[in-house]
């Protein structure tokens, strides 16, 4: 199995009012490379929490994250800002597609905060928008589409420019269940077609079976499912 990213003894304490909590205890998780990795649990067992580390946007009290061979505590602060720009992809719950600017013109200003030359933008964008099956609503405001739909958008902002792993904090909470599985099967798809890594955490019973790989958080504690 290729390994793509791995915790290891993870352990996150917040600090409040004086008093300790721990929202993650000794976690260890391994994601295999292009593969859909679900992480389950309920509200408040830590998921976000997990996530966030992962995804270099909360350093762990202890333990240690790697990106392929890389460890984040060994990276400056720029060094893991770079990391993040070339590597990962966000999608969260509540969309966050910019309102004022249309289907296209949101999958293009990600490229341009991704730094991607102008000359490649538009072909990208397109290619994007045409593997979430949305090139006929590039035109489209936010506001003249469904949740689904923005959701697709949102996804297609987040791939376009090809981060190697997406992390996805309920990418289907707004959705109702028939809207999820779509994403899901979106999902696959572009796992096999763009050879991403996704991962991805749910409360949605329905979906849970249609990763590579099920995780459960419970209190703090990760178990492999
Ligand atoms: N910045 C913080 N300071 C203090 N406690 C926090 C902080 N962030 C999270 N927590 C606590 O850590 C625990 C895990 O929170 P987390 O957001 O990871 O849960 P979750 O599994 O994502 O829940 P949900 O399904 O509701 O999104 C919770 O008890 C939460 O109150
Ligand atoms: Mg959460």
């Given at each position: 199995?290729?390994?793509?990213?791995?915790?290891?003894?993870?352990?996150?304490?917040?600090?409040?009012?004086?008093?300790?909590?721990?929202?993650?205890?000794?976690?260890?998780?391994?994601i295999?490379?292009?593969?859909?990795?679900?992480?389950?649990?309920?509200?408040?067992?830590?998921?976000?929490?997990?996530?966030?580390?992962?995804?270099?946007?909360?350093?762990?009290?202890?333990?240690?994250?790697?990106f392929?061979?890389?460890?984040?505590?060994?990276?400056?602060?720029?060094?893991?800002?770079?990391?993040?720009?070339?590597?990962?992809?966000?999608?969260?719950?509540?969309?966050?597609?910019?309102?004022?600017?249309?289907?296209?013109?949101?999958?293009?200003?990600?490229?341009?905060?991704a730094?991607?030359?102008?000359?490649?933008?538009?072909?990208?964008?397109?290619?994007?928008?045409?593997?979430?099956?949305?090139?006929?609503?590039?035109?489209?405001?936010?506001?003249?589409?469904?949740?689904?739909?923005?959701?697709?958008?949102?996804?297609?902002?987040?791939?376009?420019?090809?981060?190697?792993?997406?992390?996805?904090?309920?990418?289907?909470?707004?959705?109702?269940?028939?809207?999820?599985?779509?994403?899901?099967?979106?999902?696959?798809?572009?796992?096999?077609?763009?050879?991403?890594?996704?991962v991805?955490?749910?409360?949605?019973?329905?979906?849970?079976?249609?990763?590579?790989?099920?995780?459960e958080?419970?209190?703090?504690?990760?178990?492999?499912?």
């Amino acid at each position: 199995m290729d390994t793509i990213m791995k915790a290891k003894d993870i352990v996150r304490v917040f600090r409040t009012g004086g008093e300790d909590f721990t929202a993650l205890s000794h976690v260890d998780m391994e994601i295999p490379r292009q593969s859909l990795v679900i992480l389950k649990g309920r509200s408040g067992s830590g998921k976000t929490t997990l996530l966030n580390i992962l995804s270099t946007l909360d350093a762990p009290t202890s333990g240690d994250v790697f990106f392929e061979d890389i460890r984040y505590g060994d990276l400056s602060v720029e060094q893991l800002e770079k990391l993040r720009r070339d590597n990962i992809g966000f999608v969260f719950q509540s969309v966050a597609l910019i309102p004022i600017m249309n289907a296209y013109e949101n999958v293009d200003f990600s490229l341009r905060l991704a730094g991607v030359p102008e000359e490649e933008r538009d072909a990208r964008i397109r290619e994007v928008l045409a593997l979430v099956g949305m090139d006929e609503r590039m035109m489209h405001m936010p506001g003249q589409m469904s949740g689904g739909e923005q959701q697709r958008i949102a996804i297609a902002r987040a791939i376009a420019p090809k981060p190697k792993v997406v992390f996805a904090d309920e990418p289907t909470g707004a959705l109702d269940t028939a809207t999820g599985l779509r994403v899901m099967e979106l999902f696959s798809s572009l796992i096999e077609k763009e050879g991403i890594t996704i991962v991805m955490t749910t409360h949605d019973p329905n979906l849970m079976d249609m990763g590579d790989m099920l995780y459960e958080m419970e209190d703090g504690e990760l178990t492999h499912v």
